[in-house]
């Protein structure tokens, strides 16, 4: 079983309409993180927790909001969902000192 | 904040030769680790090789091998003996080991690269 899964894998929606990201991961990390890669801009920060009472903004966090309901879970949520939030979205989990572990991303498509 | 730029979109090798993807980054910290990642097209995120910027020694993971160069803010990696397997998106990232930006990934804008047969 693979150690960071997202759910779903693909997903397709209206504008304006709310969406959940689901991260779980069985690696006993405290760290998670949230990404969003675009084509030609590389992966860039969403948000990112260090425990479950820890929640800290990325560097694009508008638009966006997580829940940290669990040590193992980490959800992004699109409160009202937007074209240019079409993107390929990463869920990575880390220990203190560790390499970040990447899930098998979710691709979004806002219509 | 740091930056890290991937000045090659794109690179070709022929399988079994050897190319270097370039890498630069700029901070101002002295300490932080810093990573190449590979993205085939099945998306996953694969982690290639990392070094640690207190360690002049140039990591090295089989066929892959870096060349870091703290002074320059330089940090490309060499795959030798090119194969098939080895085609996809590389990313070089950089990670902060200080203040508040402890522990978060800074990411380039990616190489794809290509092998012929």
Redesign the interface.
């Known amino acids: 079983d693979a150690d960071v899964t997202q759910t779903p894998r693909n997903r397709i929606t209206k504008t304006g309409k709310r969406i959940m990201l689901e991260c779980s991961q069985t690696k006993g990390h405290d760290?998670m993180?949230w990404?969003r890669q675009d084509p030609?801009?590389?992966?860039?920060?969403i948000y990112?927790s260090?425990d479950v009472k820890d929640i800290n903004k990325?560097e694009i966090s508008d638009g966006y909001s997580v829940s940290r309901q669990a040590q193992a879970k980490f959800s992004l949520s699109l409160e009202s969902a937007i074209p240019n939030q079409t993107a390929?979205y990463?869920c990575?989990t880390?220990g203190s000192v560790e390499?970040?572990?990447?899930g098998?991303?979710t691709?979004l498509l806002v219509l | 904040a740091q930056t890290?730029t991937?000045s090659q979109?794109e690179m070709s090798v022929q399988e079994a030769e050897t190319v270097t993807l370039s890498c630069t980054y700029d901070t101002s910290e002295s300490d932080y680790y810093l990573?190449w990642?590979k993205q085939p097209p099945?998306?996953?995120?694969i982690?290639v090789i990392?070094q640690e910027a207190y360690k002049q020694q140039n990591a090295t993971e089989n066929r892959f091998s870096v060349n870091f160069q703290k002074a320059a803010k330089s940090f490309s990696l060499k795959i030798s003996d090119s194969q098939l397997g080895d085609a996809a998106m590389y990313?070089c990232?950089y990670?902060s080991e200080g203040g508040t930006s402890y522990?978060?990934?800074?990411?380039?804008?990616?190489t794809i690269l290509t092998v012929h047969p």
Request: net charge positive.
């Open positions: 760290r993180y990404y030609g801009l590389g992966l860039r920060l990112y260090f990325g390929l990463f990575a880390s390499t970040q572990y990447f098998p991303g691709r | 890290v991937q979109p990573f990642y099945s998306r996953q995120m982690l990392r990313f990232a990670r522990g978060k990934l800074t990411f380039g804008q990616g």
